[in-house]
């Protein structure tokens, strides 16, 4: 399996500052015959549906901030988070759309400082 | 705009059958070649997929627990549901349901998109 890890468990940024996660795969996730990576970001707050921020590895799902941003390639992705809002407190996950089984990081919690 | 949302039992006892549906409502399970998802999210553990089924009733599970996973659709009301066998205290958890497009003739898909809020399922006797 494709294990996913993410790194910080949790972060405390002050508002308006950036945020900064990592996600790292034990196996690369970019499919070089169309060079996309398959790895997906996903914003997880209580009592409502996971949202899906990030997909391509840097691509923007519509609707999104753009202070959502998502880079790297291979094994190695960050999601950026350039100006951090209230509303932005909640856990993030990574996860890749590779192969089966799909994987997750195991979350990296945001909150404000 | 397709939503989905879980029901079931919040508590089950250990060595029983957990049981759960999701109700898809903006859109049909039968149509549109979509791969219908159960997701759960493990306390203090993360994410873990458990699988899924195809418009077409095709299934794929996670390795980890296709002994005693079985995901089904019903179209007449437009659900599909998870029935997990042998429960213990590890299957605690907050149980999602999530629509995925398939990628290929694979049976691989891209991200899930959209998932519903989750429903609490508790093992304990």
């Known amino acids: 399996d494709f294990v996913m890890t993410q790194s910080p468990d949790s972060l405390a940024v002050s508002l308006g500052e950036r945020a900064t996660i990592n996600c790292k795969s034990s196996q690369s996730v970019l499919y070089r015959p169309n060079n996309q990576n398959y790895l997906a970001w996903y914003q997880l707050k209580p009592g409502q549906p996971p949202k899906v921020l990030i997909y391509w590895a840097s691509t923007r799902e519509s609707g999104v901030p753009d202070r959502f941003s998502g880079s790297g390639s291979g094994t190695d992705f960050t999601l950026t988070i350039s100006s951090l809002q209230a509303e932005d407190v909640a856990v993030y996950y990574c996860q890749q759309y590779y192969t089966t089984p799909y994987t997750f990081g195991q979350g990296t919690k945001l909150e404000i400082k | 705009q397709v939503q989905l949302q879980e029901s079931g039992p919040g508590l089950v006892k250990p060595s029983q059958t957990l049981s759960l549906s999701c109700t898809v409502s903006?859109?049909?399970?039968?149509?549109?070649?979509?791969?219908w998802n159960w997701i759960r999210q493990l306390p203090g553990k993360g994410l873990e997929w458990i699988g899924y089924i195809s418009d077409r009733g095709t299934t794929y599970y996670n390795p980890a627990l296709e002994s005693r996973a079985a995901i089904s659709v019903d179209t007449s009301r437009n659900q599909f549901s998870l029935k997990l066998n042998s429960v213990t205290a590890a299957d605690t958890a907050l149980y999602h349901c999530?629509?995925?497009?398939?990628?290929?003739?694979?049976?691989?898909?891209?991200?899930?998109?959209?998932w519903g809020q989750g429903t609490l399922v508790t093992v304990s006797s």
């Open positions: 903006g859109g049909s399970v039968s149509s549109g070649n979509y791969y």
């Open positions: 999530a629509r995925a497009k398939p990628r290929d003739h694979s049976g691989n898909s891209d991200w899930f998109d959209p």
